[in-house]
């Protein structure tokens, strides 16, 4: 009875958003079998897109969050929330791309040095032939 109760009364909103969040979900699972994300990754984004799914069904979550958090509106606590989420991953994106930048480098100078060696070898044999030639 209360699960009839509860898809009597949903808006097409909350369909959408529901519809959205399986999608995205569906994304990183498949994103973990094709092993470009780790568990922990799909675990991560297995609870945000489950507590989107669950707060889609039922809003009043929200509100009494928000009150317990002292939030004066909802609508507030899901924007500050997003922003701290939003942030995270940001951090998240900018250590991995710094990362990637040193690797990089790295990367650059060892060929800079392991060709500035063959083209060291290479010089001195062609220095070791023209000697020949001129004798």
Do not use: C
């Not at 609870?47 to 509106?73: C, D, Q, T, Y």
């Amino acid at each position: 009875m209360v699960m009839n109760n509860i898809f009597a009364n949903i808006t097409l909103i909350q369909v959408l958003i529901m519809i959205f969040a399986l999608f995205a979900w569906s994304r990183a699972i498949l994103r973990l079998k094709s092993k470009n994300i780790g568990l922990g990754e799909l675990l991560f984004w297995s609870i945000i897109w489950i507590a989107v799914i669950v707060v889609a069904l039922f809003p009043e979550i929200i509100s009494n969050l928000s009150e317990i958090a002292g939030v004066g509106r909802a609508v507030d606590l899901v924007v500050y929330v997003s922003i701290i989420v939003l942030f995270y991953l940001i951090f998240r994106l900018y250590v991995i791309i710094d990362s990637k930048n040193r690797e990089m480098t790295t990367l650059v100078r060892e060929l800079a040095i392991r060709d500035a060696k063959h083209k060291d070898i290479s010089a001195s044999k062609i220095g070791k032939r023209n000697i020949r030639r001129k004798k």
